[in-house]
């Protein structure tokens, strides 16, 4: 709801006091030890919440790619926490990482090194599943 209802009171009065995440799914948790211990124990399950979250890519401007779930059933930080620790880019967006030549994409995953051979099939599992999974 927090997302989609974009000029509902309710979400202006939460965004005024706590601000939302980049993409504007969440709002941030307080930082403030008074007067917000009710809404500090709702954030408190968001991180168990997003991970039952599955997202809809679309454009992919607004889905994490490596924290988000949306290529299979759990994101893919924890699907390949090698690759992920890996990643040059941990907060990019699947729009972030994927090119497109007229209508075919492709994947352009950056990492902090060069892989080595026993992670070979880490990267080639990664983009087995990403190739079922079509971008629109």
Known sequence: MFAKEDN????NVIKANYGSDDLGWWSKMSSSSYGVGFWKSILAGLECFKSLVHFEVKDGSRVLF???VW???RSLKTQFRGLFRLA???NATVHDVISWNGDVHHWNLTFVRSLNDWEEGSIYSLLTLLASKAPR
């Not at 509902?8 to 979400?11: G, L």
């Open 88 to 90: 040059r880019h941990k």
């Open 66 to 68: 490596w924290h988000d």
């Open 71 to 73: 290529c299979g059933d």
């Open 8 to 11: 509902a009171m309710w979400r």
